[in-house]
């Protein structure tokens, strides 16, 4: 009885879905940026076969282990491509497209707090955590600059690849739109930030060369490469539970009305 109640559409439920969707979108954006790449996780790791490792730079294997490991910042990254897909079927590009600019204008207001909070002078024996803030604040504003950079240009063209696969193929195929607007965007993004990164000296002392630039653009979107794949069934699921909610102004829509 409640599933079908929360299936049910009116004017409040609509508006909480959609602030819902904004605030996966901001939260996993600004976490993103201020946790960057203070640690890596590994995900997973894979013995190599002999003529895996001929093939498999030693950048990100070790010995005939390759180690999946992204920065735990990346691990909220994506969840933005899947809050954006949603709004942008549920709610329409232009909201989306809204959606993203407040992103960016958010992420500017919280590098200003953190700037606000390094430019006062420190209140002497009562802070906890001076050393540890100091450090968050300089390891933020060296990468979120270009974390933003990347991150505007790939919503954007996620959101309007999105809508153009759409309207191509009539609202049907929703697998299409969300792993051809993801996938693409989020190939983007990782070119676009580590390039920038790599430019400014930014990347570890064993990133001098394009290529080694290269096997970290490739090792870094295999991870968003999977989860995009991961995401589909989220997607059909949330399109499927909130169809009553859509007010997408092109009226493709994937699900007859019930």
């Known amino acids: 009885m409640k599933f079908k109640s929360l299936r049910k559409s009116n004017g409040q439920r609509r508006d909480a879905l959609f602030l819902f969707l904004v605030a996966i979108f901001l939260t996993s954006l600004v976490l993103g940026n201020i946790v960057g790449t203070t640690k890596f996780v590994t995900l997973f790791t894979l013995d190599m076969a002999g003529w895996l490792q001929s ?22 990254y994506p969840f933005t491509f899947l809050a954006t897909d949603l709004i942008s079927e549920l709610f329409g590009r232009k909201r989306a497209q ?10 500017l207001f919280m590098l200003f707090i953190l700037s606000l909070g390094h430019w006062l002078p420190d209140t002497y ?4 955590g001076l050393n540890l ?18 991150y ?21 195929y929703l697998w299409l739109r969300n792993n051809g607007s993801t996938m693409f965007s989020q190939l983007i993004d990782s070119t676009t930030i580590l390039t920038i990164l790599f430019i400014s000296g930014n990347l ?13 653009i490739i090792n870094s979107y295999l991870f968003k490469f999977f989860f995009a794949l991961f995401d589909t069934p989220l997607a059909y ?18 699900y007859s009305t019930p």
């Open 98 to 107: 809204t959606v993203v600019w407040i992103g960016f204008i958010m992420n």
């Open 204 to 216: 570890g002392d064993n990133v001098t060369t394009i290529g080694a630039l290269f096997i970290l």
């Open 237 to 254: 699921l949330g399109v499927w539970l909130f169809q009553d909610y859509e007010e997408d102004p092109e009226g493709k829509r994937l």
């Open 152 to 172: 505007l240009i790939a919503q954007s063209v996620d959101v309007r690849i999105y809508h153009y696969l759409k309207r191509l193929t009539d609202g049907k």
């Open 55 to 76: 093939i498999t730079p030693s950048l990100v294997r070790d010995g005939s282990i390759y180690v999946m490991s992204v920065p735990v910042g990346l691990l909220a």
């Open 133 to 150: 803030f100091e450090g968050v604040y300089e390891f933020v504003i060296a990468n979120t600059v270009s974390s933003m950079i990347a």
């Open 125 to 128: 024996g009562v802070s906890g």
